[in-house]
DNA sequence: TAGATAATTAGACAAACATCTAAATATCGA
DNA sequence: TCGATATTTAGATGTTTGTCTAATTATCTA
């Protein structure tokens, strides 16, 4: 079921968005900011990540509020920890 | 630099190879039975996900072994670990 | 209500991707 | 060395993806 947060993960400025986000919520103008696209295609990449499920969306008057979903984040990590302890069944 | 990496495992089927490898090592061929795709086409996942750094591949004989290689997989949670204590500059 | 600002949707396009079949390479066993 | 087996490489094809410009929607302010 992660499969779409993994797809939304493969893309650089996706994952630049999130860690712009871990360190604070950010409207669609800020973070377009920090990125030489066309606002279009970073609200593309926005839809993208919303769709993912890695954040939400709110409308505070003319803007909208992006946030990091901590939650779908850690399901990812979930599927990543099942490959930290695997020293029991190597065979070379 | 994880880029590669992160676009390696958009794909489920490249998912579903790290899961079966990290039960044990296995050839292509024995990987191949897993999956209903040509042989050619899981010979591309397998070299994606070397070229991530994700797997590492030895020939024995006539069969080519594949495994894990856990370090470059510790180099990605590494990034989601950031995601991980992100309550102290929430201001929603 | 009219104009300005913030952001998205629509539509087009080139590049990247997953897949296939056919051909090539490498190794083993008789 | 010859044939069989394991796997990859080459080349082609349809789909998905990231990007753009132009147009649209939503909100605010005067």
Redesign the pocket.
């Known amino acids: 079921m992660p499969g779409e947060g993994f797809?939304a993960l493969?893309?650089p400025?996706?994952r630049r968005i999130l860690e712009l986000l871990r360190e604070g919520n950010c409207?669609?103008?800020?973070l377009?900011e920090h990125f030489?696209?066309?606002?279009?295609?970073?609200?593309?990449?926005?839809?993208?990540l919303k769709n993912a499920g890695l954040v939400t969306?709110e409308?505070?008057?003319?803007?909208?509020?992006?946030s990091l979903n901590t939650t779908v984040m850690q399901d990812l990590i979930g599927w990543f920890m099942g490959f930290t302890n695997t020293e029991c069944d190597k065979d070379e």
């Open positions: 797809k493969a893309d400025t996706r409207t669609a103008g800020e377009a030489d696209i066309s606002k279009p295609s970073l609200s593309h990449h926005l839809a993208t969306d409308r505070h008057g003319q803007n909208i509020v992006y």
